[in-house]
């Protein structure tokens, strides 16, 4: 992923821990995730996925924005900044993913996918506008990191549907970890921004898993 250029101990141990994290526990690990990415996935799947990462994440404000909204530090504002401009064309081209796949597909407890979602989504609007100190950027950094792996998808929707794949504008790493490494000056501080980060990735996993359960549903209902 793209973060690894950017890893090693010029930007300190904080850093190190929070790429460890998004490693082991992002979305680049999710086996479902990896058998969407590939030539044998099944289209509908692809417009599932497209559906599902819209409705946690394509709505506005967002976990960057709320992150905004808590930073108090002038780095972690133009990062924010920056990288709050780049997801918006992140949720553009998710849009029109969206547009190009088409009706939702028809999928076994639709209503009770619809209410898991809605939670996730209450979930990191939580962690992205929390008061701790760390919690928010953790949470927005984690979303940056691990969205390269969920873009791979989409990506891969989009060219089964003949879409134009644009290059990300999202923050590079570099940048990321000068921020991490300006931040962490506490364990305190090192340890809510992992905590923040860690649940943000549990409701990424989360949503594979839902992908994942709602793609065998819709194979065992024909």
């Known amino acids: 992923m793209a973060f690894t250029s950017a890893n090693g101990a010029r930007f300190g141990e904080a850093w190190e821990a929070l790429t460890a994290l998004v490693s082991a526990e992002g979305s680049a690990v999710e086996p479902f995730a990896a058998m969407l990415a590939g030539a044998g996935s099944a289209t509908r799947d692809l417009a599932d996925a497209a559906h599902c990462w819209c409705m946690l994440h394509a709505r506005h404000p967002g976990v960057l924005e709320h992150a905004q909204g808590r930073a108090e530090h002038p780095v ?20 029109r993913l969206v547009a190009a796949a088409g009706p939702l597909p028809s999928t076994p407890g639709q209503a009770e996918s619809e209410t898991a979602i809605t939670g996730q989504r209450h979930a990191l609007d939580m962690l992205a506008s929390s008061d701790r100190a760390g919690v ?47 931040l962490a000056e506490t364990p305190a501080f090192e340890r809510a921004m992992l905590f923040g980060a860690g649940q943000t990735l549990a409701q990424h996993r989360a949503l594979w898993q839902l992908l994942e359960a709602r793609a065998d549903a819709r194979r065992h209902h024909r």
């Open 136 to 182: 928010a950027i953790g949470s927005a950094m984690a979303l940056v990191l691990d969205w390269p792996a969920i873009r791979h998808v989409l990506d891969a929707g989009a060219r089964r549907l003949g879409l134009q794949v644009v290059e990300s504008a999202l923050p590079l790493a570099r940048d990321s970890a000068t921020v991490v490494a300006a």
């Open 76 to 95: 972690v504002e133009a990062w924010l900044g920056e990288a709050a401009t780049g997801f918006t064309e992140e949720r553009a081209g998710v849009v």
